[in-house]
């Protein structure tokens, strides 16, 4: 049974940093690229980021870059997304998702993955 938990979430204010993790279990990991996606209320579920089966591509939505970075420890099944600079703007459930991805890059179409974590949930005040 193929699992992603969220861990890392909370209340910060803006400008904090928080560090989200998510542990896989079930799959063989180091064959699947890695993705964050987020949702805020009313609003899609929209790409943040992406890492590569190895670590060495990642991709990452605009409003992130210089803030975000995601890393995966393929020992022991983690992904990381370090948050920094955070704003009221970046709060939202954030969703860790899994791909079997034969490509060098990773994909930042929400329907290219195949496997979900439940969420946690971030929010920064103003």
């Known amino acids: 049974q193929v699992q992603l938990v969220e861990s890392g979430g909370g209340l910060v204010q803006a400008g904090g940093s928080l560090r989200l993790s998510c542990a896989v279990s079930g799959l063989a990991f180091s064959q699947y690229a890695l993705g964050w996606f987020r949702q805020a209320p009313g609003k899609e579920r929209e790409f943040v980021v992406a890492v590569g089966r190895t670590g060495g591509n990642t991709l990452y939505t605009d409003s992130v870059k210089g803030r975000f970075a995601i890393s995966r420890d393929n020992a022991k099944n983690m992904v990381y997304l370090q948050m920094n600079s955070l704003r009221p703007e970046d709060t939202a459930v954030y969703f860790c998702?899994?791909?079997?991805?034969?490509?060098?890059?990773?994909?930042?179409?929400?329907?290219?993955?195949?496997?979900w974590g439940q969420g946690t949930q971030v929010t920064v005040s103003s």
């Open positions: 998702a899994a791909v079997r991805w034969g490509f060098q890059s990773p994909s930042p179409r929400r329907s290219e993955y195949d496997y």
